[in-house]
């Protein structure tokens, strides 16, 4: 945020500032949760992980809502192991890292959000 205040008085700036302001933005959208809701482990693990490893970047911010709602309901549906994994052990090992990674490449291939 202290960045983004910054870049107000910047009237040029270079496309790795733009890049990490954009990236903020696209964090606070998915960090917003309704009211007396929390987030289960692994939709919160879920989308931390594609948005840390640039699965949104190309996602528009009023389009992020739409897509960590399609994402979670691809992840029900078509990786319920993984999503069993990921609730039953937070800590994210080099294999749900890797299965996390071909299952938001898959959903980004075929999903619609």
Known sequence: RELAAFAQFASDLDEATRRQLDRGRLVVEVLKQPQYQPLPVWEMATILFA???????????????AFEKALKDYMRSKY??????LDEKPE????????LNA?????KKNGAY
Do not use: C
């Open 92 to 99: 994210l090992s080099k294999e749900n890292q890797e299965a």
């Open 80 to 85: 319920s192991d993984l999503v069993q994994s």
């Open 103 to 107: 299952a938001i490449q898959d959903f």
């Open 51 to 65: 948005v840390e490893n640039g699965y949104l970047d190309d996602v528009e911010i009023d389009q992020v809502l």
